[in-house]
């Protein structure tokens, strides 16, 4: 008689076999073909408002507003007609409002078994968006690098030409026309080195406290606006020391503080500026196409008038700017700082409250 192999999908646990997915912050059912859950997550269990007890050996179709179409794409799968099947869908959890939701349907290992994967789908946005602004970042750094190149080799050519050409001649007046040449060529100099600067100077990786950013920041701040502005606090205590470099990560608040101070400048006149700092940890995050069990949030927010409809989409492109002074690098190189700590910035912003928030994964 043969012996069961004691490793074999049957022999065990369903408890044990998907234990992993209740790391998952998306919503993860493992069925039969025939509709019959055989492992809920955590995260479906809260969604849905009820034990994993009672999910278990219940029908999945029937916990949407159209079970049709699940029941369809789990005999597809049965069937192999497809591998994998996406679409959205409505999910009725017990006792709260149909939760809209895009469901994902792929085959297992194991004949006859589906795994059903769903994402809210105000969360499936949030991914797509993270993940434009990844690649938005990385198309913003190859640019920035290869535009301050192609600049700075004629810049440093026109510079030395004006130079040797106010040696030649005598009249006044064309001197002053060549001084104006060389400190404009000096001033676009500056502002190369400033788009170079991310990318040649050395990463130095130290222990970094969050907080002690933010308080330098904090006094940074103050120090140029020590009237009308208040700067609060709202920290995390127990967020721990983390590994980066921390000479870019306050060049990087502080880039978003300052912009955010300079936003408020209406407010400051009238005595009721705010930003605030805020920290926080976030648990089982998802962001540049990878999912991490802890990661620090800190959101730098002000009650300025908010950024500009016309350029919210691209407030991380170099050069784009709200202000008619201003560089618009500070955003830019902040996103890029941030991004070598394999981290992002988001930005929301509504008249009265735009907010800021970086995250940064943690050990």
């Not at 602004?133 to 920035?144: P, V």
């Not at 001033?187 to 400033?194: A, G, K, M």
């Not at 970094?208 to 009237?227: Q, T, W």
């Not at 941030?338 to 910035?345: A, E, F, N, P």
Request: glycine letters at 6%; aromatic letters at 6%; hydrophobic letters at 40%.
């Amino acid at each position: 008689m043969k012996k069961p192999n004691p490793f074999s999908a049957a022999a065990v646990p369903a408890s044990s076999r998907f234990q992993s997915f209740d790391l998952l912050a998306t919503l993860v059912a493992v069925v039969r073909t025939n509709g019959i859950v055989v492992f809920a997550n955590a995260a479906l269990e809260d969604a849905l408002g009820t034990s994993r007890r009672t999910i278990e050996g219940s029908r999945l179709p029937d916990c949407f507003t159209e079970p049709l179409i699940l029941h369809n794409a789990l005999e597809g799968a049965g069937s192999n007609e497809f591998a994998a099947l996406r679409y959205d869908a409505w999910l009725r959890p017990l006792n709260r409002e149909p939760l809209p939701v895009h469901v994902v349907v792929a085959q297992t290992d194991t004949p006859g078994e589906a795994i059903v994967e769903l994402l809210p789908l105000e969360q499936q946005a949030k991914q797509d968006r993270e993940e434009r602004l990844m690649d938005q970042a990385q198309a913003n750094k190859e640019l920035i690098r290869n535009l301050a190149h192609e600049i700075k080799n004629p810049l440093g050519g026109i510079r030395g030409a004006a130079q040797l050409l106010q040696m030649e001649i005598e009249s006044k007046e064309l001197t002053e026309y060549t001084q104006v040449i060389i400190h404009e060529a000096d001033r676009l100099q500056t502002l190369v080195d400033r788009l170079l600067a991310p990318h040649r100077r050395p990463h130095l990786v130290g222990d970094v406290n969050i907080h002690e950013v933010c308080e330098r920041v904090r006094s940074l701040i103050l120090a140029e606006f020590p009237k009308g502005l208040r700067v609060l606090r709202d920290y995390d205590i127990s967020i721990p020391d983390f590994r980066g470099d921390r000479e870019q990560l306050i060049q990087a608040v502080l880039n978003i503080a300052h912009n955010a101070a300079q936003a408020l400048a209406e407010r400051i006149a009238g005595g009721d500026a705010q930003i605030a700092f805020k920290t926080r940890i976030a648990r089982q995050v998802t962001f540049g196409k990878q999912r991490y069990r802890l990661a620090l949030e800190l959101h730098v927010i002000d009650n300025g008038p908010g950024v500009p409809d016309s350029i919210k989409d691209r407030i991380f492109f170099p050069l784009i700017s709200g202000r008619e002074d201003g560089s618009g690098l500070g955003l830019t190189l902040a996103q890029t700082f941030v991004q070598q700590h394999h981290g992002l910035i988001e930005c929301e912003s509504v008249p009265g409250r735009t907010d800021f928030k970086m995250l940064i994964p943690l050990p």
